[in-house]
């Protein structure tokens, strides 16, 4: 094994679990209870998963699928839904939060412990937790956690069959995708009012289910070379067209069709209309339309190079 792709292994897996950490003890701090700490029981898979990649897959990751991935968002996703719900429960009083003033207490906490060697973690602890709003600690939480995936997708190894510019392509529909999915749960979430607090698990189910394109290569790494094309033309639609079918499969079914419907949810049921929820409205009404015309076209065509045998 290269020493390159064992430290790329290896650092990236430890970023994941620390970020999956520094959530799991703002869920501990935020409902002051030390039981949560047992959410770092969830880490036990990813952990396992790096020992078992590093000795058989010498670091690499896996072709269509990166279990390195999926396994980082179990261990986060359940600290992310336990502080949406404890903000919207507590949603009154984290309103309150003034994040100058927090700044303010953040300098006076500092300031207090000059004349001191160091500082305690109890100290720090309290440092940490003035200098954001609840909200700002979940919305920072979010894009940390996008980011990450991007990054560690990028710097993990290659999987066998997988080129460099397959995985540049994946890495720019990642951004594409990351972009939109903390739109969503941004604009969305404010949009909630404190008599709906059963659309917050509409909006967290819909969020962790468009999670899962991060884990899934299956709409950019081809299962076939270039070389097949001529032995599989007559063969099913799926195996000629697979990559663009899979990318039609994850935009309308896990990316913008289920976002589509909760923002037609809100708006018709829950009755909240303004500017910004149209416009994303119609701009993921114009993604699945053109991904099914899409498919229209990929099966006008199939038909058509089947008819020419």
Known sequence: ???????????????FILVAVIAVWRVAHVKDNLYYWLL???FLPLVVEMIITLKNQEGKDYKW??????????SIIPSIWILELHHQ???????????????????KIINSNKTKDHLDYRTLSKVVNEALCPNNWILALHEILLILLIIGKWFLPLGDGV????????????????ADILEFTSET????????PQLVYIILAVWSWSMLQFPCHLCVVKTMTRGDDDAIEGDSLWSKYSTNLWSIVETVFIHDGPFLVVRLTVMIYFGVIHQMIVFFTFKNFLVVILN??????????????????
Do not use: W
């Open 1 to 15: 094994m290269g020493l390159f792709h064992f430290l790329s292994a290896f650092i990236t897996r430890t970023l």
């Open 40 to 42: 770092t029981l969830l």
């Open 65 to 74: 699928f990166s279990p390195t991935v999926f396994l980082f968002l179990i």
């Open 89 to 107: 429960q507590n949603k009154a009083a984290d309103d309150k939060c003034n994040y100058t003033v927090s700044l303010d207490s953040l300098g």
């Open 163 to 178: 080129t460099r510019e397959q995985l540049s392509q994946l890495l720019l529909i990642f951004v594409g995708t990351a």
């Open 189 to 196: 979430r404010d949009d909630i009012k404190d008599n709906t």
């Open 292 to 309: 099914l015309y899409r498919l229209g076209v990929i099966c006008v065509d199939f038909r058509s190079s089947r008819s020419g045998l």
